[in-house]
T-cell receptor, first 116, second 113 residues
Framework: KAGVTQTPRYLIKTRGQQVTLSCSPISGHRSVSWYQQTPGQGLQFLFEYFSETQRNKGNFPGRFSGRQFSNSRSEMNVSTLELGDSALYLCASSLGPQGPLYNEQFFGPGTRLTVL | GESVGLHLPTLSVQEGDNSIINCAYS??????FIWYKQESGKGPQFIIDIRSNMDKRQGQRVTVLLNKTVKHLSLQIAATQPGDSAVYFC????????????FGKGTLLTVNP
């Protein structure tokens, strides 16, 4: 069974640009969560989707948005990039309706975003 | 967002020794806790979880202990191997069905052969 895949793996952008990151969950998983990982702040929750509905959002500005498609694939978008957005963006999927709660959560390898 | 700081606690052990990694969680309403392992260049990997109605849970070579009185979680790894070298994170759900996990700062475990 294929794991969680994320594309692209590496991305370099300049300030002010926007970026879209993609995540394909494990087949059959309907919950997708996104996290930002930086050396200074660690792993921080961005949002969680289940059946195309955003059920929770972390404390990030409105420049961070996401969506989930009917096939459970998910994308996140960051507009007007800032230097501080440089991070590893991780996607994780879970099987059941409880999402990451009480279910094993499987992470992808992440997308390394560098903002210059 | 939650602050986890710049400096990662480290633990260095000899191969074959037992390792204990500790975590203090913040929310007394949390009822679900998980340990993850993250190797360099990879995403976190689920190790073991525990619900708040339990004090102890065992897996293969790993044991998680939960002390709700002092809001403390620990991960014990038996007979630590070089392949166990990684950063270990605890996570909590902060109570309720909010579909969100809050991660701790992580501990870097180094296993010396």
């Amino acid at each position: 069974k294929a794991g969680v895949t994320q594309t692209p793996r590496y991305l370099i952008k300049t300030r002010g640009q926007q970026v879209t990151l993609s995540c394909s969950p494990i087949s059959g998983h309907r919950s997708v969560s996104w996290y930002q990982q930086t050396p200074g702040q660690g792993l921080q929750f961005l949002f969680e989707y289940f059946s195309e509905t955003q059920r929770n959002k972390g404390n990030f500005p409105g420049r961070f948005s996401g969506r989930q498609f009917s096939n459970s694939r998910s994308e996140m978008n960051v507009s007007t990039l800032e230097l501080g957005d440089s991070a590893l963006y991780l996607c994780a999927s879970s099987l059941g309706p409880q999402g990451p709660l009480y279910n094993e959560q499987f992470f992808g390898p992440g997308t390394r975003l560098t903002v210059l | 967002g939650e602050s986890v700081g710049l400096h990662l606690p480290t633990l260095s052990v000899q191969e074959g020794d037992n390792s204990i990694i500790n975590c203090a969680y913040s929310n007394s309403a949390s009822d679900y806790f998980i340990w993850y392992k993250q190797e360099s260049g990879k995403g976190p990997q689920f190790i073991i979880d525990i619900r708040s109605n339990m004090d102890k849970r065992q897996g293969q070579r790993v044991t998680v202990l939960l002390n709700k009185t002092v809001k403390h979680l620990s991960l014990q790894i038996a007979a630590t191997q070089p392949g166990d070298s990684a950063v270990y994170f605890c996570a909590e759900n902060s109570g309720g069905s909010n579909y969100k996990l809050t991660f701790g700062k992580g501990t870097l475990l180094t296993v010396n052969p």
